[in-house]
Protein backbone atom coordinates (compact mmCIF):
# COMPACT_ATOMS: atom_id res chain seq x y z
CA UNK A 1 0.00 0.00 0.00
CA UNK A 2 2.96 2.52 0.71
CA UNK A 3 4.89 1.74 -2.93
CA UNK A 4 4.29 3.63 -6.06
CA UNK A 5 1.73 3.01 -7.55
CA UNK A 6 0.37 3.41 -11.17
CA UNK A 7 -2.73 1.61 -12.50
CA UNK A 8 -6.36 1.80 -12.60
CA UNK A 9 -8.98 1.01 -9.17
CA UNK A 10 -12.63 1.44 -9.03
CA UNK A 11 -14.27 3.35 -6.31
CA UNK A 12 -17.82 2.50 -5.72
CA UNK A 13 -19.67 5.75 -3.94
CA UNK A 14 -21.01 5.28 -0.80
CA UNK A 15 -24.18 6.44 -0.03
CA UNK A 16 -26.75 6.00 3.00
CA UNK A 17 -27.81 2.84 2.01
CA UNK A 18 -24.38 1.90 1.44
CA UNK A 19 -21.51 3.18 4.48
CA UNK A 20 -19.03 0.69 3.69
CA UNK A 21 -17.57 -0.09 0.30
CA UNK A 22 -14.85 -1.94 -1.78
CA UNK A 23 -12.10 -0.67 -3.82
CA UNK A 24 -10.75 -3.29 -6.28
CA UNK A 25 -8.91 -3.47 -9.41
CA UNK A 26 -10.52 -3.33 -12.40
CA UNK A 27 -10.24 -7.62 -12.51
CA UNK A 28 -12.40 -7.22 -9.29
CA UNK A 29 -9.48 -8.52 -7.10
CA UNK A 30 -10.70 -6.18 -3.46
CA UNK A 31 -7.84 -3.53 -2.88
CA UNK A 32 -8.79 -2.22 0.39
CA UNK A 33 -12.60 -1.10 1.96
CA UNK A 34 -13.50 2.43 2.58
CA UNK A 35 -16.29 2.95 5.81
CA UNK A 36 -18.06 6.16 5.97
CA UNK A 37 -19.57 7.82 8.96
CA UNK A 38 -22.66 9.75 8.04
CA UNK A 39 -23.48 11.23 11.37
CA UNK A 40 -20.03 13.33 11.44
CA UNK A 41 -19.32 17.10 11.57
CA UNK A 42 -16.08 16.47 10.31
CA UNK A 43 -17.54 14.07 7.34
CA UNK A 44 -15.13 11.19 8.94
CA UNK A 45 -14.08 7.90 7.12
CA UNK A 46 -11.70 4.61 7.46
CA UNK A 47 -9.72 3.12 4.73
CA UNK A 48 -9.01 -0.98 5.84
CA UNK A 49 -7.06 -3.59 4.25
CA UNK A 50 -8.69 -5.57 2.02
CA UNK A 51 -10.36 -8.18 4.66
CA UNK A 52 -11.46 -4.54 6.07
CA UNK A 53 -9.50 -6.01 9.45
CA UNK A 54 -6.89 -3.49 9.75
CA UNK A 55 -7.11 0.26 9.66
CA UNK A 56 -4.84 1.87 7.12
CA UNK A 57 -5.82 5.47 7.44
CA UNK A 58 -8.58 7.54 8.56
CA UNK A 59 -9.43 11.14 7.30
CA UNK A 60 -11.80 14.17 8.19
CA UNK A 61 -11.89 17.65 7.45
CA UNK A 62 -9.81 19.89 9.63
CA UNK A 63 -11.64 23.13 8.75
CA UNK A 64 -15.23 24.85 10.38
CA UNK A 65 -16.30 24.96 6.41
CA UNK A 66 -15.23 21.70 5.83
CA UNK A 67 -12.67 22.78 3.14
CA UNK A 68 -9.75 21.35 4.60
CA UNK A 69 -8.87 17.70 4.80
CA UNK A 70 -6.31 15.79 6.20
CA UNK A 71 -5.56 11.81 6.01
CA UNK A 72 -3.59 9.96 8.88
CA UNK A 73 -2.23 6.70 9.05
CA UNK A 74 -3.34 4.34 12.07
CA UNK A 75 -0.47 6.10 14.40
CA UNK A 76 -1.97 9.58 13.45
CA UNK A 77 0.77 10.07 11.20
CA UNK A 78 -0.09 12.36 8.22
CA UNK A 79 -0.03 11.10 4.66
CA UNK A 80 -1.58 13.90 2.99
CA UNK A 81 -3.68 17.36 3.23
CA UNK A 82 -6.18 18.72 0.91
CA UNK A 83 -7.55 22.17 1.07
CA UNK A 84 -9.49 24.10 -1.38
CA UNK A 85 -8.28 27.30 -2.70
CA UNK A 86 -10.94 29.49 -3.78
CA UNK A 87 -10.51 30.79 -7.12
CA UNK A 88 -13.73 30.19 -8.14
CA UNK A 89 -14.01 26.42 -9.43
CA UNK A 90 -13.54 23.31 -7.92
CA UNK A 91 -9.52 23.09 -7.57
CA UNK A 92 -7.64 21.97 -4.56
CA UNK A 93 -4.13 21.64 -3.20
CA UNK A 94 -2.89 18.33 -2.31
CA UNK A 95 0.30 18.38 0.00
CA UNK A 96 2.00 14.91 0.70
CA UNK A 97 3.60 14.17 3.77
CA UNK A 98 7.10 14.38 2.12
CA UNK A 99 6.35 17.75 1.11
CA UNK A 100 5.38 17.35 -2.55
CA UNK A 101 2.19 19.13 -3.76
CA UNK A 102 -0.25 18.42 -6.38
CA UNK A 103 -3.18 20.73 -7.70
CA UNK A 104 -6.70 18.82 -8.30
CA UNK A 105 -9.23 20.57 -10.90
CA UNK A 106 -12.71 19.48 -11.16
CA UNK A 107 -15.53 19.96 -13.50
CA UNK A 108 -18.78 22.44 -12.34
CA UNK A 109 -20.63 19.29 -11.84
CA UNK A 110 -17.70 17.82 -9.86
CA UNK A 111 -17.92 14.41 -11.29
CA UNK A 112 -14.37 14.41 -13.52
CA UNK A 113 -10.91 15.64 -11.97
CA UNK A 114 -7.45 15.48 -12.76
CA UNK A 115 -4.82 15.75 -10.49
CA UNK A 116 -1.16 17.40 -11.79
CA UNK A 117 2.12 18.12 -10.59
CA UNK A 118 4.43 20.89 -9.94
CA UNK A 119 5.63 21.13 -13.42
CA UNK A 120 1.73 20.10 -15.02
CA UNK A 121 2.43 16.79 -16.18
CA UNK A 122 -0.68 14.75 -15.56
CA UNK A 123 -0.69 12.09 -12.30
CA UNK A 124 -4.22 10.92 -12.05
CA UNK A 125 -7.66 11.26 -13.53
CA UNK A 126 -10.69 10.41 -11.29
CA UNK A 127 -14.19 10.23 -13.40
CA UNK A 128 -17.64 8.76 -12.66
CA UNK A 129 -19.02 6.51 -14.25
CA UNK A 130 -22.73 4.81 -14.73
CA UNK A 131 -25.94 6.32 -15.56
CA UNK A 132 -27.35 9.68 -13.37
CA UNK A 133 -30.81 8.15 -13.90
CA UNK A 134 -29.71 4.66 -12.78
CA UNK A 135 -30.83 3.50 -9.20
CA UNK A 136 -27.53 2.59 -8.18
CA UNK A 137 -25.44 5.66 -7.43
CA UNK A 138 -22.71 6.22 -9.74
CA UNK A 139 -18.84 4.56 -8.78
CA UNK A 140 -15.94 6.16 -10.20
CA UNK A 141 -12.36 5.31 -11.39
CA UNK A 142 -9.41 6.72 -10.91
CA UNK A 143 -5.99 6.32 -13.34
CA UNK A 144 -3.41 7.01 -12.10
CA UNK A 145 -0.74 6.95 -15.09
CA UNK A 146 2.99 8.06 -13.09
CA UNK A 147 4.15 6.70 -10.00
CA UNK A 148 3.90 9.88 -7.95
CA UNK A 149 1.57 8.53 -4.57
CA UNK A 150 1.72 5.11 -3.30
CA UNK A 151 -1.58 3.39 -3.63
CA UNK A 152 -3.31 3.92 -0.29
CA UNK A 153 -2.24 7.88 -1.25
CA UNK A 154 -4.71 7.44 -4.47
CA UNK A 155 -7.44 6.28 -2.59
CA UNK A 156 -7.02 8.64 0.53
CA UNK A 157 -7.34 11.41 -2.42
CA UNK A 158 -9.87 10.00 -3.97
CA UNK A 159 -12.24 10.12 -0.85
CA UNK A 160 -11.40 12.99 0.27
CA UNK A 161 -12.46 14.76 -2.77
CA UNK A 162 -15.32 13.11 -3.11
CA UNK A 163 -16.12 13.73 0.67
CA UNK A 164 -14.84 17.53 0.34
CA UNK A 165 -17.55 18.08 -2.72
CA UNK A 166 -20.40 15.68 -0.96
CA UNK A 167 -20.01 18.48 2.23
CA UNK A 168 -19.60 21.66 -0.05
CA UNK A 169 -23.04 20.59 -1.72
CA UNK A 170 -24.82 20.09 1.20
CA UNK A 171 -23.33 23.51 2.65
CA UNK A 172 -25.08 25.19 -0.91
CA UNK A 173 -21.53 26.06 -2.18
Given amino acids: MHTP???LLLLPLTSPLRRTVTVTFPDGSPVAVIGRKFVSDRHRFRILDATATTLLATGAAT???NDQYRL???RSEPILDLAIDYSGRRRSTVTLADGRTFTTDGNASATDYTVVDSAGCLVARLVTVGDAWSMRSPDLTLEVGVPA???LQAIGLAQCLLTL??????NGN
Fill in 5 to 7: FTG
Fill in 63 to 65: SFD
Fill in 72 to 74: LGP
Fill in 149 to 151: VSL
Fill in 165 to 170: NGSRRR
